[in-house]
């Protein structure tokens, strides 16, 4: 897998931060293949358009020979969501995690 500048461009196209950044790019330039995790809360039966920009650019790197692990947690659905502006999401159970997150799989990758 060689890595090109362009290809380091693209995969930093829409990305606010890396934290390392240094180390990302010696990576990189190393021909490492990363390993991306990304984890979703399964707090909807759906992933909505939001999910859509990380999915692609998880993709992409995929495609890039990268590796990349897709976690569904279910801590913060099953405590509530304190996030919310103006109220928290509500606590849901277990079994009504595990229904939402089966979609999620086929919807993404």
């Given at each position: 897998?060689?890595?090109?500048?362009?290809?380091?461009?693209i995969l930093l196209r829409g990305i606010e931060e890396i934290i390392p950044k240094e180390e990302f790019l010696a990576k990189l330039k190393k021909n490492?293949?990363?390993?991306?995790?990304?984890?979703?809360?399964?707090?909807?039966?759906?992933?909505?358009?939001?999910?859509?920009?990380?999915?692609?650019?998880?993709?992409?790197?995929?495609?890039?020979?990268?590796?990349?692990?897709?976690?569904?947690?279910?801590?913060?659905?099953?405590?509530?969501?304190?996030?919310?502006?103006?109220?928290?999401?509500?606590?849901?159970?277990?079994?009504?995690?595990?229904?939402?997150?089966?979609?999620?799989?086929?919807?993404?990758?």
């Amino acid at each position: 897998m060689l890595i090109m500048k362009s290809d380091i461009e693209i995969l930093l196209r829409g990305i606010e931060e890396i934290i390392p950044k240094e180390e990302f790019l010696a990576k990189l330039k190393k021909n490492k293949t990363l390993r991306i995790k990304v984890g979703f809360d399964p707090t909807a039966p759906d992933l909505h358009l939001g999910h859509t920009v990380i999915i692609n650019k998880m993709k992409l790197f995929q495609d890039m020979g990268h590796e990349v692990i897709f976690l569904i947690g279910d801590f913060t659905g099953s405590v509530g969501d304190p996030s919310g502006v103006n109220e928290t999401r509500p606590v849901l159970s277990k079994s009504d995690l595990k229904k939402n997150s089966k979609t999620y799989p086929k919807k993404s990758f």
